[in-house]
Every structure is written in C-alpha cells, then in structure tokens.
C-alpha cells in the first residue's frame, strides 16, 4: 500500500501570504493519479487539483500543484480567509489513500 | 447541479451490519465510479471502495472481507453494507463519484454513523 506523509501537519499563516505543503509518497505514484481536496468543518472534501496539477473546475488560479514520483506540493499563492482548512493529498494506484492531512490555520 | 444524498441509521450495534444508500441526481450513473469513503471524527479519510456502474467493484484491501458495495442503476442508487461492525467504525460516511476511479469530483455531504450498544 502507498503510504502519503504530509507536512507540515498545521501551518499557521496570515491572509495575503503564501502556502506550500508537501506531500511525499513511500513509493512511486503516477503523476496521473494524485489529487488534492480542501476540507472544512462540517463539509465534505472538495477536489482542487487532480493529475498532480490540473485545477479542477471552478477553483481560482490561487491553487497550483506540483510535483512527481515520490514528492508533490500544493501550493496558495495569496491566501484569502476562505482558504483557511484542512488539505489531503490522495494517490490511486493498486488501492486508494489519503494523507493525513495539513491544516492552514490563522 | 449533480447531488448525491446518503441515507441511513445513524446508530448500529456491535457485531451487526451498518448498512447505507446513496442517491444520485443530476447526472447519469452510467459511465462513472461511485465510492464510499470513511471519516472517523477528528481524523483522516479513508477509502472504502467503489463500484462501476456495470458493477464491477474494487474494495480496500483492509476492509474487503466485511464489505458489500452494489448498484442499482434504475433507481439512482448505490449502496454500502459493512458486516460485524465495532466502535472503530465510528465515523462520517461519504458518498462519491467520478468518471474516473483516479479521484473524486461529486461528493455526499456525509452522515455520521455510530457504532454503539
């Protein structure tokens, strides 16, 4: 089974500045097949980034992805209030996992 | 607009089956990937498995022998059955779809389900 580590596990930033979180992998993961949701209280996941680094529908250009092999990242260029949640990364090869998740919080 | 609607006790006993529906609306089941995932409170997600339309199913390796994933296309529906259930699987259930089995677009807003005597 992949395993994904995420860090960090909270990432404490203000509105206007700049998020990255990582997300690494114990084995190989197909560009192909990693995705990023964004979670808050009391909802469900909602999908960001799929393929490692295409934007699904309906999410601003704030949110970029990268990364392959073993490494991705998300990355917020500016971050607005609405921003502030918790992320999971999530890679489907022989089965399907999720990260443990990073929180951005203020 | 797609919406998907779990459905479903809220309280199961040990040992019994947690048993949940999805209903789906705004989009044909035809042609895509419906999935059960799984939220213990204050944790991470966790993937149950999925089902094709058609029917075929793929299962979390760590759950497969208690789980039941099945179709019925003419209703909008799929379903979850999670045999001898115990305190661990005290969590938020979510239901979700995609054209592809890679991730997940459509999501169930999620239902707590709790494990209890």
């Known amino acids: 089974e992949i395993v994904l580590t995420q860090s960090p596990g909270t990432l404490s930033l203000s509105p206007g500045e700049r998020a990255t979180l990582s997300c690494r992998a114990n084995?190989?993961?197909?560009?192909?097949?990693l995705a990023w949701y964004q979670q808050k209280p009391g909802q469900a996941p909602r999908l960001l980034i799929y393929g490692a680094s295409s934007r699904a529908g309906g999410i601003p250009a704030r949110f970029s992805g990268s990364g392959s092999v073993t490494d991705f990242s998300l990355t917020i260029t500016r971050l607005e209030p609405e921003d502030f949640a918790v992320y999971f990364c999530?890679?489907?090869?022989?089965?399907?996992?999720f990260g443990q998740g990073t929180k951005v919080d203020i | 607009q797609v919406q998907l609607q779990e459905s479903g006790p809220g309280l199961v006993k040990p040992s019994e089956t947690l048993s949940l529906t999805c209903t789906v609306s705004g989009v044909s089941m035809s042609g895509h990937y419906w999935s059960w995932i799984r939220q213990p409170p204050g944790k991470g997600l966790e993937w149950i498995g999925h089902i094709y339309y058609s029917g075929d199913t793929k299962y979390n390796p760590s759950l497969k022998s208690r789980v039941t994933i099945s179709i019925d296309t003419s209703k909008s529906q799929f379903s979850l059955k999670l045999n001898s259930v115990t305190a661990a699987d005290t969590a938020v259930y979510y239901c979700?779809?995609?054209?592809?089995?890679?991730?997940?677009?459509?999501w169930g807003q999620g239902t707590l389900v709790t494990v209890s005597s």
């Open positions: 084995q190989s993961v197909s560009s192909n097949y």
């Open positions: 979700a779809g995609d054209t592809r089995n890679t991730w997940y677009y459509f």
């Open positions: 999530q890679q489907y090869g022989s089965s399907l996992t």
